[in-house]
């Protein structure tokens, strides 16, 4: 589907000097298609593609250089890179998360609302439109906090800030009302069917929508339970009894198809052969030390250091935030980069005499395994319809660890470790016996299956304090104390130039705004 990107030395020339061209609001207030009317279906694979940051530009500045590095997933091994240390590139914020929003998400969808008021017979593509930019809009106030909503992306350049739980308001009621209404008209013969390829995620079928609607509700639900745990458990329970149901197996798994493969598929792997970031140390330890085996994944997503072999590999991480100096304690061939069998199966298995690069991998929007430990938290919350937690918590760990597998062929791999993994070590159920003991396991686990998807994780790490990441070594931004935790990113450059509504010292519980702010449901449960 895309065309592969150079380094990003030069595509930051590129990116400069179109950002230099154009005034963002210009960009986010004037429609790029001009499209009043027509099939909204057409637009519906533009919102999923850019939502998810199928673009690999958007994809690194965004996702890599940011949320994934947070999570502490991957670690910076660039030298001209200082983003695992906090640092803050306004370009690289506003292409991979306010303009994917603004411009390429909910302007887009403003279009779809304008259509459908003229013609109802799209209102089953609207109902999917409303589901996938409702989990979009709950992405960027998790990242930004207090934003522009309900005037954003009608022409207003000086859109006023909603609260971030007033947007958690309407996104359960947009999940709601689209799912209710999707259940009760989704065999309606007068409504206007999807075509090919107007549905990157499910091609239309809207029995998985209504589970992803509800599963989302779920996920938000929980986001919220701390600060305001009333609403959460109104809102979960709802979700959880539902008649339409939650994703139920990793056939239910949403995720973006991208028709391109190697090079020109799955973002992640597009710009993982320059080297700019490895394994974390977090993530090395997370997968060598929670049970008494290596955990079966790690073969699936990183590759062994090229200093190793098949016959003897090993795997390495490179802690986060490491200076240029520092990195020179980690050499290239001491570090596992991504490339295991998911990506290049044959890096792993031929003792690096041969490589290959060839995946057809969709873009995460969220899985089954997620699910499973959704229950399993409500579940140790007392909520109606959670289920065992136990039982959720291991059937999210096998969910991944078959997920994770799939297009993986069979000889790469055994699964003979499976029930060891899940059953000893600090993985195990019974290794744990009070309430915050098994919720921390749900949650490490939790962190483990939602890899690559850093924006999530991340949340829930600025929600739980799970789990336990380490500081990072260098702390570049001035207003975050040595030894804490970046609690959002700030608004752009841009949109504070543009917009004096981001400059309201009120935002964000009055807190203003700032890498060192937290927005309205963290509770302080991390440095």
């Not at 590759?303 to 802690?319: D, L, N, Q, R, Y």
């Not at 070594?473 to 040595?482: C, K, M, N, R, W």
Request: charged content about 20%; glycine content about 8%.
């Amino acid at each position: 589907m895309k065309i592969k990107l150079n380094h990003i030395g030069i595509a930051c020339l590129f990116g400069v000097l179109a950002a230099g061209c154009t005034d963002n609001f210009d960009n986010m207030n004037t429609d790029p298609t001009g499209i009043t009317d027509g099939n909204p279906g057409y637009i519906l694979p533009y919102i999923e593609q850019w939502g998810t940051h199928v673009n690999s530009w958007e994809f690194q500045v965004g996702d890599n250089l940011h949320t994934n590095l947070y999570a502490q997933y991957f670690a910076n091994t660039a030298t001209y890179f200082s983003s695992d240390s906090y640092s803050y590139n306004s370009g690289w914020v506003t292409d991979g998360f306010w303009n994917s929003y603004y411009v390429h998400v909910l302007k887009q969808m403003r279009a779809i609302q304008d259509i459908v008021k003229n013609n109802e017979a799209y209102n089953n593509i609207y109902q999917v439109a409303r589901i996938f930019t409702a989990r979009c809009t709950a992405q960027t106030t998790d990242i930004f906090g207090d934003m522009p909503y309900t005037e954003a992306a009608l022409g207003n350049s000086n859109a006023k800030y909603d609260s971030q739980q007033s947007i958690y308001t309407d996104v359960f009621k947009e999940l709601t009302e689209a799912s209710a209404y999707l259940q009760q008209h989704k065999n309606d013969a007068s409504m206007i069917t999807f075509k090919d390829n107007q549905d990157l995620i499910y091609n239309g079928d809207l029995t998985k929508w209504i589970k992803l609607a509800n599963s989302l509700r779920l996920r938000y639900a929980l986001r919220i339970a701390y600060i305001d745990p009333t609403t959460a458990k109104k809102e979960g329970e709802a979700a959880l009894n539902d008649a339409g149901g939650l994703l139920s197996s990793n056939d239910d798994n949403a995720g973006v198809y991208i028709s391109g493969t190697g090079a020109n598929g799955w973002p992640l792997f597009q710009i993982s052969g320059w080297g700019e970031f490895s394994m974390s140390k977090t993530m090395e330890n997370m997968l060598k030390n929670e049970s008494t085996v290596l955990d079966p994944r790690t073969t699936m997503w990183f590759g062994h250091t090229s200093g190793s072999t098949a016959a003897k590999p090993e795997f390495k991480g490179v802690p986060n935030g490491l200076s240029a100096d520092q990195l020179a304690a980690y050499p290239a061939d001491q570090r596992s980069y991504v490339w295991g069998y998911q990506a290049m199966p044959l890096w792993n298995s031929a003792d690096n005499s041969e490589s290959s690069f060839d995946i057809s991998k969709r873009q995460k929007v969220m899985d089954y395994s997620e699910v499973c430990f959704l229950k399993a938290e409500a579940a140790l919350r007392g909520w109606s319809g959670a289920g065992d937690a136990k039982a959720n918590y291991e059937a999210g760990i096998q969910a991944s660890l078959d997920f994770e597998r799939s297009g993986v062929d069979a000889k790469y791999y055994t699964t003979a470790n499976d029930e060891t993994y899940k059953t000893t070590g600090k993985v195990a159920w019974s290794s744990e016996t009070t309430t915050d003991g098994h919720f921390k396991q749900i949650m490490t686990q939790k962190w483990l299956a939602l890899y690559p998807d850093g924006n999530e994780a991340w949340a829930e790490f600025r929600r739980t304090g799970l789990p336990e990441l380490t500081p990072v070594a260098t702390t570049l931004e001035s207003t975050l104390p040595s030894g804490t935790f970046v609690k959002k990113l700030r608004y752009t450059d841009d949109e504070l130039r543009e917009n004096p509504n981001a400059s309201d010292k009120t935002l964000n519980q009055n807190q203003g705004d700032g890498m060192n702010v937290r927005v309205w449901w963290d509770t302080k449960r991390y440095k």
